[in-house]
């Protein structure tokens, strides 16, 4: 068993299957969820990055060193700052997105 207390299957499922792990998150009804439709919307696009970022991070503490093992993918999203990086991202990017130039056409000169 675990020393954090966690269920020890639930751990090892979520280990197992990364996505899993990742659309039980947060913005999706995980634990500190209530996010908006348009930021769930966001992040199921997502996953190729926040994954990229978790690895980037295990080599990070390769480098310098430390035990990869100690932070699990697990961890990883439950202290990932989900609004803060929706929040971030411009609105250009960002679901429900309407471009202006669509009401505001560009003004033409001929002379």
Known sequence: MPENGNNFWQDYVL??????????????G???????????????GQYGNVMNQYMGSLGQSLRQGQDPSATSFVDFLSAFPWTDRYMQSSPRNRPGFIPTSRF???VRRFF
């Open 15 to 28: 280990e197992a299957a990364p996505e899993a792990a990742y659309y039980s998150a947060a913005p999706f």
């Open 30 to 44: 995980g634990a500190g969820g209530g996010f908006s439709p348009s930021e769930e919307k966001y992040w199921r």
């Open 104 to 106: 505001a056409p560009a």
